[in-house]
Structures are given as C-alpha cells and as structure tokens.
C-alpha cells in the first residue's frame, strides 16, 4: 500500500477501519472531519485531487456499514 500523505487520506483509511470494525459513531464522526478537510478554501495545504473515487468509495461504504 502506497503511504498516504494527505490528512484527507488518512482520514479515509481511518473511516474504513471504523467501519470494518462496525464503530458508528467514530465513522461518522470520520466522515464530518473529512467533509471539514475537504471544505477548507485556498491555504498551503490546499489540494489538487484528480481523482474523487476514494472519496467517493468512503460516503458509499458508510452508507453501506450503516444503513438508515
């Protein structure tokens, strides 16, 4: 596995982790700090992602972890 070197990445193995280990509410509390990560405007730390299918792979299997 190639080391992750955004905060937003190592958010979402996190989240997996959590969810692998059925947590809830550090899963959700997760994906609120990566929706903060991710909404943060301009800065050094700003990033250029090309790709949203991590991302996009974290919300879908929260959805699936944690139906209703």
Known sequence: MEQSRR???KI???HQ???DEN???VA???LQALEVD???VGGINN???ESTEKLEAAFTLHEKTFPG
Do not use: Y
Request: aromatic fraction near 0%; glycine fraction near 0%.
């Open 38 to 40: 991710l909404t943060a």
């Open 12 to 14: 979402i193995l996190a």
């Open 47 to 49: 990033e250029h992602r």
């Open 7 to 9: 905060l937003s990445d």
């Open 17 to 19: 982790q959590a969810c």
């Open 23 to 25: 947590n809830a509410e």
């Open 28 to 30: 959700s509390l997760l």
